[in-house]
């Protein structure tokens, strides 16, 4: 432990610059976090929330299919599987089980997210679509940052800083249908150099220059000298000077927190205080300034209001595009597949390095909640969801074996000795063997109910022609 030292009188320009080190510094304890759950209090209702609300109001947030609505609504951003952009889903709702979606992501800094969501034109409803951006700190709830309860219109966002979001979609209740999901993640701002995108890019921000002296704080795009250097945003030209690092510049300040950089033009063609857009002409690429020995290119920088240089990269970087789903995959959408084989996997995400969650037993059947790419989203009857290869599963429409009753037998709502009893399979009656989970058979029976009976541990064989 430290000695204290005897205290001294401090004049009054001293505390002033104490407490100027100690107010940026307490802002930065404060934390991100800390100001977001201050905005979180403080915000409307989310259209989710305001029909939870509506619920309520209606005496009937306390029944059972209100309290699954909620759990489902819960759980999906508690349990999202983590997903990369561009991605696309189609799926299914069903009006009986209450069910949301949800979709875990990353995002840089200066990254656009645009989330649309559609439903089948045949049967529309209404749909919750929210964005929430996670919280370092586990014990604070996600914040709402973006929502809607229309669809077929983009919602799009700007990440201000790095961070994990997740998107969620839910119906209202009682509704089903099927929908579709696109997610994209690409730069809030517009390339600045004509016919060229970040494959241009070869000297990268924080990079050390002049043996150390100071950082790059921007980017380099390399182009012919002449070719047109456009605004990359909105906004007003701040500044347009010859100076002896940048050499001719052009300031821009955006609509939002940023004042944009562009250095080492050849010429400049706007002036101070005129208005700019996306694609409007600046200048030319060239080499001026302390950059005379390289050869031609744009220097860009993007600076934030009260924080200083910060990496542009991905306020420019776009992604390929989204990629097409496999339209034969859709036919099971909301209805029932099996494994083809034993050990097939259960993965968190639909990728093949993801996360596995269980191996599954041969004919495992399980409900199809979505697809996407060669991917199904499915959830097993225990209720466990993940996603499994498309062309490891097939449909039940081909019975694996036909069997006969000997023994008096129940017919249930799902594997569990608990479910409710469908009807009673009377001996003697014919049953069609569909699938299996542990030792449970998923079946049909001659009256055309299909459910679970216990009973059977045997192997299934797929009956020969």
Not at 320 to 345: K, Q
Request: contains cysteine.
């Amino acid at each position: 432990m430290k000695t204290s030292q005897p205290q001294k009188v401090m004049g009054k320009n001293h505390r002033s610059k104490v407490l100027t080190l100690v107010i940026p510094l307490a802002a930065l304890l404060w934390g991100c976090d800390r100001i977001d759950q201050i905005q979180n209090e403080f915000r409307d209702l989310t259209p989710h929330e305001a029909y939870l609300e509506s619920l309520v109001s209606a005496g009937l947030n306390e029944t059972a299919l209100a309290l699954d609505w909620l759990k489902a609504a819960e759980s999906s951003i508690q349990e999202a599987p983590p997903v990369t952009t561009p991605y696309q889903e189609e799926g299914f709702f069903p009006a009986e089980l209450p069910q949301a979606r949800g979709y875990k992501l990353s995002l840089r800094r200066g990254q656009q997210l645009s989330v649309l969501v559609t439903s089948d034109e045949g049967s529309p409803f209404r749909i919750f679509v929210d964005i929430y951006r996670l919280q370092s700190n586990e014990n604070i709830s996600p914040l709402p940052v973006l929502s809607a309860a229309s669809i077929h219109e983009s919602l799009e966002y700007v990440s201000p800083r790095a961070a994990d979001y997740v998107i969620r979609i839910q119906p209202e209740l009682l509704r089903k249908g099927r929908y579709s999901i696109q997610i994209t993640a690409q730069g809030s701002m517009a390339f600045p150099v004509k016919d060229r995108n970040t494959r241009a890019i070869l000297s990268s921000f924080g990079v050390e220059r002049d043996g150390g002296r100071r950082q790059h704080h921007g980017v380099d795009i390399f182009a012919p000298r002449g070719t047109p250097v456009l605004s990359a945003t909105s906004g007003s030209v701040t500044r347009v000077e010859n100076t002896p690092i940048g050499g001719k510049v052009v300031w821009v300040r955006d609509q939002g927190p940023h004042s944009i950089y562009y250095a080492h033009l050849d010429s400049q063609v706007v002036a101070p205080g005129e208005k700019v857009k996306p694609g409007t002409l600046l200048g030319f690429v060239g080499n001026t300034g302390n950059a005379r020995t390289t050869p031609p290119h744009l220097h860009f920088g993007v600076y934030r209001r009260g924080e200083g240089p910060v990496d542009p990269y991905y306020f420019l970087y776009n992604p390929p595009e989204l990629p097409a789903l496999v339209a034969d995959n859709t036919r099971h959408l909301g209805g029932w597949s099996r494994t083809v084989d034993s050990g097939i996997r259960l993965r968190n995400s639909p990728n093949s390095r993801s996360e596995i969650l269980r191996q599954m037993e041969k004919h495992t059947s399980f409900l199809v909640l979505g697809t996407t790419g060669m991917w199904d989203r499915v959830r097993l009857p225990d209720n466990q969801v993940g996603f499994v290869a498309s062309r490891l599963t097939e449909d039940i429409t081909r019975p694996l074996e036909a069997n006969i009753i000997t023994t008096s037998t129940p017919l249930m709502e799902s594997p569990d000795v608990s479910a409710s009893v469908i009807e009673l399979i009377e001996a003697g009656s014919g049953i069609e063997v569909l699938g299996q989970f542990g030792n449970y058979l998923y079946v049909g029976t001659e009256a055309g109910k299909i459910g679970w009976i216990t009973g059977f541990s045997e192997s299934l064989q797929v009956e020969q022609d």
